[in-house]
């Protein structure tokens, strides 16, 4: 190649290189959609619009169903209820925020005598037990309970929070007039945990659940052991065989 055609050819490559950089960068900048879960494309490995992939949202169709265990209504006193509910997740990573339910209270004859809505969170990867106390039912007896969600959960990638209150040290005393349930809980984490509630339900030998009720804790600090307490106005009504008290937190997002 001669020096003239050198000259020619570099003349042209710079020429090439500078609308390259002037127009063709501004160009591709301004014509590029980045990859978004938000964007209302099923795009980025999603299982659905917006869902799944490396998305926050999860595509419902590809997760394990929730199922819920029991309901059940205990007698406090004149005429109140309490009642609980166990509800299954056995995904890992996804819960939901927020989702709306009710109890229905019903007697032997099959009439409704008392009902309560609310709305709950389903934990990821464990049982959510969800409670409501103080039922009226006008002194009319309770036969059966029955739990139902009345909307849809959106489901989201979490964890368990709960998962860093660890219980122990659970101890039933009764009296004459009243039953007594004591247990430790401590916060295994490095971060102070607000507001964790916990459910207790003490079942009989043959796995019946016969009393329930909630208690709240404003604050553990990390590393902090507390106790928390549990009581009924009435003596124990069964031989006691199993124990559960479940640390209770909204799931967090990931």
């Given amino acids: 190649m001669s020096w003239a055609s ?3 050819f570099l003349y042209g490559l ?4 500078f609308f390259a950089i002037v127009i063709g960068i501004p160009t591709a900048i301004l014509l590029y959609e980045p990859s978004s879960c938000f964007d209302g494309k099923q795009n980025q490995g999603e299982t659905a619009i917006d869902k799944g992939g490396p998305c926050t949202l999860l595509d419902e169709r590809t997760l394990n169903p929730i199922s819920i265990l ?4 205990f007698p406090v006193r004149g005429g109140l209820y309490s009642a609980v509910a166990y509800v299954e997740n056995p995904n890992e990573e996804a819960g939901t925020q927020k989702v709306n339910y009710r109890f229905g209270l019903y007697d032997e004859r099959n009439v409704l005598v008392a009902e309560r809505k609310g709305t709950t969170f389903i934990i990821p990867g464990g049982i959510t037990p969800v409670f409501e106390g103080a039922i009226n039912t006008g002194n009319r007896t309770v036969a059966r309970a029955y739990f139902e969600f009345t909307s849809v959960p959106v489901w989201e990638r979490t964890k368990n929070a709960a998962s860093v209150l660890a219980v122990s040290n659970k101890s039933i005393t009764k009296s004459e007039s009243t039953l007594r349930l004591s247990a430790k809980v401590k916060n295994t ?5 607000l507001s964790p509630s916990f459910v207790a339900v003490v079942f009989d030998p043959a796995d019946n659940a016969f009393v329930a009720s909630a208690t709240t804790l404003q604050r553990l600090a ?3 052991e507390r106790e928390i307490i549990f009581a009924w106005p009435d003596p124990l009504p069964a031989v006691v065989g199993r124990i559960d008290i479940l640390p209770v937190l909204p799931p967090a997002r990931e």
């Fill in 6 to 8: 050198r000259r020619r």
């Fill in 14 to 17: 710079g020429l090439f290189i």
């Fill in 70 to 73: 029991w309901s059940r209504a």
């Fill in 189 to 193: 984490s490095v971060a102070p945990v």
């Fill in 222 to 224: 990390p590393n902090e």
